[in-house]
């Protein structure tokens, strides 16, 4: 069974930085897995800010291009968000996912990002 531990999250104020961590286990698909990052604010759909596939090839949302950096360690089956520059928009649950359609699937618990004023 795959699971999917977040950490990093918490209460930041504008112009700070927070590094998520989400440590995936119990598939041998994971380290050929695109990993990512989705985030859902209240009130709105869950939306896509960044996947990194295994090979590190990265994709980022418009609206954190330049500020929010994934990364991944394979050997550790981790992948990291760097972020920067926060904003309050950037508050919102964040999600961990793990995608090798069809074989896996997979989403974190969620970790809550709060911007403070």
């Known amino acids: 069974q795959v699971q999917l531990v977040e950490s990093g999250g918490g209460l930041v104020q504008p112009g700070g930085s927070l590094r998520l961590s989400c440590a995936a286990s119990g598939s041998i698909f994971i380290r050929s897995a695109a990993m990512g990052w989705y985030r859902q604010a209240p009130g709105k759909e869950r939306e896509l800010v960044a996947t990194?596939?295994?090979?590190?090839?990265?994709n980022y949302a418009d609206s954190v291009k330049g500020r929010f950096t994934i990364s991944r360690d394979n050997a550790k089956s981790t992948v990291y968000l760097q972020m920067n520059s926060l904003k309050p928009e950037d508050t919102a649950v964040y999600y961990c996912n793990v995608d090798m359609r069809p074989f896996l699937d997979a989403w974190g618990q969620g970790t809550q990002l709060t911007g403070s004023s």
């Open positions: 990194i596939t295994s090979a590190g090839s990265t």
